[in-house]
């Protein structure tokens, strides 16, 4: 496997499941983001770790928690979610998480439809 | 309200025509990025600009950063079915978080 990688690519859950989605990356980067991408709407950032601890937290419901274990694993846990956080989640990883030439390489995501 | 709008928000051209689309804020960025996303992937940067005025070309494509570093454009000349996809700016106001913007939605026939 080379990039990032997610699994799975496609999910479909009730509001009562718990499923988790998972992302690793082959690159050797040391931070790793969650994205959630909607019709409609722009790119909305969720979480970022940066060697293994979480910097950024965007006001997200703690519905959707993360976790990364390690420095090319990182997933995020959902429990009792409603019908509008179906929509894309993407995955990236950077070398770092701050500077102006930050490249962020991404993931093919995973299409979560909540019924 | 949106850090960063794009214009337009869908576009279909003929193979082989020119287009600009546009990324505007009220915000000054560090730095600004272009991605594009094609359908079932993940967007993969194209460029990133720094400088106010700075103008970086990619083959067919060209992208300037505005002077006052608060707006973005992409041109892209000749274009062809290849293009198709979603065009992303994104920019980082304090050099940390990178915002995304609206996206454009262009899709080029043959």
């Known amino acids: 496997e080379t990039g990032v990688t997610q699994t799975p690519r496609h999910l479909v859950m009730g509001m009562t499941n718990k499923k988790s989605l998972k992302c690793e990356q082959h690159?050797?980067?040391?931070?790793m983001y969650w994205y959630k991408q909607s019709a409609k709407k722009p790119l909305e950032l969720m979480f970022v770790?940066?060697?293994?601890?979480?910097?950024e937290n965007n006001s997200v419901p703690s519905r959707f928690s993360p976790e990364c274990p390690n420095s090319s694993h990182l997933f995020l846990h959902l429990h009792t979610l409603q019908p509008e956080d179906s929509a894309l989640y993407l995955c990236a990883s950077s070398q770092g998480w701050r500077g102006a030439y930050n490249e962020q390489f991404f993931g093919p995501g995973t299409r979560l439809t909540v019924l | 309200t949106q850090l960063l709008e794009q214009s337009p928000q869908f576009l279909s051209i003929q193979e082989g025509e020119n287009l600009t689309v546009y990324c505007n804020s009220s915000?000054?960025?560090?730095?600004l990025q272009w991605y594009r996303q094609e359908p079932g992937e993940g967007p993969v940067l194209l460029v990133t600009v720094v400088t106010g005025g700075e103008v970086k070309k990619l083959k067919r494509l060209t992208f300037q950063f505005g002077d006052a570093r608060k707006d973005s454009s992409l041109h892209i000349t000749a274009a062809q079915p290849g293009d198709t996809g979603l065009y992303l700016c994104a920019g980082a106001p304090t050099g940390n978080q990178f915002y995304f913007g609206t996206g454009t939605s262009l899709t080029v026939i043959p």
């Open positions: 770790y940066s060697l293994e601890e979480r910097v």
């Open positions: 915000s000054v960025f560090s730095s």
């Open positions: 690159l050797g980067h040391n931070a």
